[in-house]
Nanobody
């Protein structure tokens, strides 16, 4: 059974930082591209960042580019999202996803597997 377990969310003041983690199990982790999405109340789910299977390519939404870094550790079956200079508009549930390619996930908003999400709240 595939599981993607996010952690690291919380309440932070504007300008602060958080590091999200997503631990994967039940799948061949290095065979999947990984991505982070987010969904705020009343809004559609949006792509945040993605990383290729071996971590050689990364992709970011314009809204987080320059403030966030996605990385992965295939030995630990874990993907990370470091978020800096957080803004209130970053408040959302952040979901981890595994799919064949980052491009496909970012365009279709679909993935082979999804985590349950972790709440990030940024206060002004």
């Amino acid at each position: 059974q595939v599981q993607l377990a996010e952690s690291g969310g919380g309440l932070v003041q504007a300008g602060g930082s958080l590091r999200l983690s997503c631990a994967a199990s039940g799948l061949e982790f290095s065979s999947y591209a990984m991505a982070w999405f987010r969904q705020a109340p009343g809004k559609e789910r949006e792509f945040v960042a993605g990383i290729s299977r071996l971590g050689t390519s990364t992709y970011y939404a314009d809204s987080v580019k320059g403030r966030s870094t996605i990385s992965r550790d295939n030995a630990k079956n874990t993907v990370y999202l470091q978020m800096n200079s957080l803004k209130p508009e970053d408040t959302a549930v952040y979901l981890c996803a595994a799919g064949l390619t980052v491009q496909a996930m970012s365009v279709t908003q679909r993935a082979n597997y999804w985590g349950q999400g972790t709440q990030v709240t940024v206060s002004s």
